[in-house]
């Protein structure tokens, strides 16, 4: 019987309020955890950026990564600190360096689900000094090709957006072949995808998933930043929850992705998932507010599961099951209860679940508590002055805080 700790590295870039509020939540919830006859307590920890020797040994059981999808010497630290030393890290580094958007597509259309028809284009101009071979290639190779032959294959209206997406860079919804054209000679040197729109969908969702925990927002694309996710709660039924959180759970578990958010519209009652390589999903109170405490307890819950049982990283990511089971002369709900269940054994949805209710019983309460102090208000307004001008900062605070008390009031996770 020993007291052992399990340290929890957070790996962060401008996020202020979530870590905050995990390290307060993980002291309040002051845990001591038996685990094979040990005890187990937590400590979190930032993770500093700096020199490192590729055989200094790693401090963290678990690391949080938010920076791998773009801050270089960071993603090879966490290789080295997975390969070396069998920390676990969400998200895993080679599938966020490798998946991006487009394989995410096409990876999904092969397990069946209703991706809009999607074609790539090869970049509108290239940079021939990290490319100085780009002209030969091109003149021996590159086929002149009529975007708007290539719109009447996808179907118009479409959408031409960057093969790796994020952050709404270079999305242009086009009816015709001119105005089609006038967006890629826009587009500069990025690979672009061309893909059918959605029309006349009835519901915008977005599914975050984490771990084996998922939750849905209704997603209101056209209002500003702080609205988008809106405070909708009985927005659809059980059935489109359990359709949606399948789908995500399928996602998250073929790319080994811990979190990452699916976005899906619902069109005549299908569900067209249209950005699903989301693999740090938007965690910050001022787009999340009345669904940011859920977060934050989905962030503690699967962290604290994953250190306490030293569950193993899967490194490599397998994905001869799924398409087994897509290669079956099957629905496309019956597929889906066959990827589903590939995902919740990967990420121990029993055992997770179980882990919850016997040593994190009390997060409900501890988060209802947290939410209601001044710790918290402060880290919503540090975020808050942190992208809102200053004569801004007061009124948007409050409306963050005040929709997160109507969360406390409502009862839900
Ligand atoms: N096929 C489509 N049908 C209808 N709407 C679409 C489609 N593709 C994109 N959109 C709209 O454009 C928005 C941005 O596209 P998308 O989500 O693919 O880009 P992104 O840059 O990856 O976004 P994010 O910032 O969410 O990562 C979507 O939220 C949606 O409103
Ligand atoms: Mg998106």
Known sequence: MADVVRKIGLSLGADICWPLCFEAMMGRLDLKIPVNGDTVRFEVERVTIEPFDLQQKVKYDVVVDRL?????TTREWIKKAVIMDDVYVF???????????????????????????????????????????????????????????????????????????????????????????????????????????????????????FGPQTHCVKYDADAPLHDRYTMATDFMDQRDHDHMRKVTLTINA??????????????????????????????????LHFHFPWLVKSYLRWSIFCAATKRP?????????????????????????????????RLERDRFEEFCAKHLHHLDDVANDFF??????????KKTAALFPAHEVEKFTELFWQRIQTWRASGLP
């Not at 791998?68 to 270089?72: G, N, P, Y």
């Not at 709900?333 to 066959?338: A, C, M, T, W």
């Not at 209601?372 to 919503?380: F, G």
Request: glycine share 6%.
């Open 372 to 381: 209601q102090s001044s710790e918290a208000k402060d880290a919503v307004r």
């Open 91 to 209: 998200n895993n580094p080679w599938s966020i360096q490798s998946n991006e958007k487009h394989a995410s597509y096409a990876a999904m259309m092969r397990l069946g689900m209703p991706i809009p028809k999607t074609w790539m284009l090869p970049p509108r101009s290239y940079d021939p000094a990290t490319q100085p071979d780009v002209k030969a290639t091109l003149h021996n190779y590159g086929k002149l090709f009529d975007i708007g032959q290539v719109g009447d294959q996808v179907g118009w209206p479409m959408f031409l957006k960057p093969y790796d997406g994020g952050g709404w860079r270079n999305v242009t919804r086009v009816k015709d072949a001119a105005a089609a054209l006038k967006a890629y000679n826009d587009s500069g040197r990025s690979v672009m995808h061309a893909q059918q729109s959605v029309e006349g969908f009835d519901l915008f969702v977005r599914c975050i998933g």
């Open 313 to 345: 990283m899967r490194k490599n990511l397998d994905w001869q099951p799924f398409f087994d089971i897509a290669a079956k002369d099957l629905s496309y709900e019956d597929k889906l209860d066959g990827y589903v269940k590939i995902a919740e054994e």
């Open 68 to 72: 791998t999808h773009w801050f270089h």
């Open 254 to 287: 073929f790319f080994g992705w811990d979190f990452n958010s699916c976005e899906a519209l619902r069109r005549d009652d299908v569900w067209y998932p249209i950005d699903f390589a989301n693999a740090c999903p938007d965690s910050q109170v001022t787009s």
